[in-house]
């Protein structure tokens, strides 16, 4: 029996504090004006004392349940993407399980940085496809606020927590290009960057949580190319135009990206969903995160094709083709 998987609901949540660029600016040397002018971000939010990723992923998951008008006794997997866990071990989907209620099935999480909700939408789809879960939740959550440096101002001032999560359903049948669906995953990764962009701390390595460390150009140049270069892969796969891509749902690492990332691809930024300015870069949540608001605004209708792409740390990048 063939099987496709179809995205039934999404959901968000954001911690409820907001820390605006004004505010940054009292303790780095920076202003709003420049964090503006060459990011586009305007407030980011910050997760409270004792909030923890998982409490994040749980709102956001309980709210794609609610938008699915489903229940977690239809669901059999969570994927749960994040560079942030609350502990080592176990994974932050366990938490999120248990929290749920949900004593069968299968959690755990996928660590690619900013690609991780990417990454994790292709492991559910393929759990899907094969026949082995019927329903998943795939979420994206962080609380990168906790391993900022905030004396350095070239970091401090581009990241944000927050939590994105969709629902997954099997289907029956092949999936074809004008029906609903995860239409096709592509996924890279290349560990000769890690020094471009990398948390200096680890178990492991340092017995530290240690602080994120990037080289911002090196890391704009490559990411350019590799988003530009993985839709490309997305569209090839399925005998596709870039026209016809109703909608880009990208990671929103920084506006300049997103604008540098559509004129490659000689696509208009009028179809490209930004929340970079309300959001920051929320790392594996961001993509979640703008779908949840597009879909919720309107601006996402059923039948429209959607174009998810990202780039993280490691060097990860990947892009998902959906059919809402």
């Known amino acids: 029996m063939t099987w496709h998987a179809r995205i039934a609901g999404c959901g968000a949540y954001l911690p409820e504090r907001v820390v605006t660029n004004s505010e940054l600016a009292k303790t780095v040397d920076t202003t709003d004006e420049w964090i503006v002018a060459r990011t586009g971000i305007q407030r980011r939010h910050v997760a409270a004392e004792g909030e923890v990723t998982s409490d994040l992923a749980y709102e956001a998951a309980v709210a794609a349940l609610q938008n699915a008008n489903l229940t977690i006794e239809d669901i059999d997997l969570i994927v749960l993407a994040t560079a942030t866990p609350d502990y080592t071990f176990p994974s932050t989907a366990t938490q999120v399980q248990k929290r749920l209620g949900m004593t069968w099935g299968a959690a755990f999480d996928v660590q690619a940085v900013c690609s991780g909700f990417v990454f994790a939408l292709a492991v559910a789809d393929n759990f899907l496809r094969l026949g082995q879960a ?21 970091t401090c001032v581009l990241f944000g927590d927050g939590a994105g999560a969709v629902v997954l359903r099997a289907e029956e049948g092949a ?15 290349d560990g000769r960057y890690r020094d471009l962009l990398y948390v200096d701390g680890g178990p492991s390595a340092t017995q530290t949580v240690g602080h994120l460390r990037m080289s911002g150009r090196e890391v704009f140049r490559h990411a350019v190319v590799n988003l530009a270069g993985v839709v490309h892969e997305a569209l090839e796969a399925n005998g596709l135009q870039a026209d016809a891509i109703d909608w880009i749902v990208p990671h929103q690492a920084n506006k300049r990206i997103l604008a540098g990332t559509a004129k490659k691809l000689g696509l208009s930024m009028e179809r490209v969903v930004v929340t970079v300015e309300e959001h920051a870069n929320t790392s594996a949540a961001s993509i979640p995160l ?20 990202a780039m993280g740390g490691g060097f990860t990048w990947g892009s998902a083709l959906v059919r809402w």
């Open 134 to 154: 019927k329903g998943a939740l795939v979420i994206g959550a962080e609380t990168f606020s906790r391993i900022l440096d905030w004396t350095d101002r070239r």
């Open 175 to 189: 999936l074809a290009t004008d029906k609903s669906g995860i239409l096709s995953t592509h996924l890279h990764s």
């Open 290 to 309: 703008a779908l949840h608001t597009a879909v919720a605004d309107g601006r996402i209708q059923p039948g429209q094709l959607l174009l998810l792409e």
